[in-house]
């Protein structure tokens, strides 16, 4: 299932995303990712294109926005 949003929505949704204990460090958000894109085949090569962030980051989600 694909969801489409609206730049507003995206606006919306990002800060959220942010804040949710899953995202806390980049293990946590790889791990998540993996999880939400289980049937795809191209999961390694989606996670590389993303750059989940290293465990140093000052904001771990910044790589979201």
Known sequence: MTVQLSQPEYR???PI??????????????????????????????LAQLGMGSEQDAKPAAWLR
């Open 17 to 46: 995303v942010q804040r949710l204990a899953d995202f806390a460090t980049a293990r946590d958000r790889t791990d998540l990712v993996v999880e939400v894109l289980a049937n795809i085949r191209q999961v390694n090569s989606i």
């Open 12 to 14: 919306r949704v990002t």
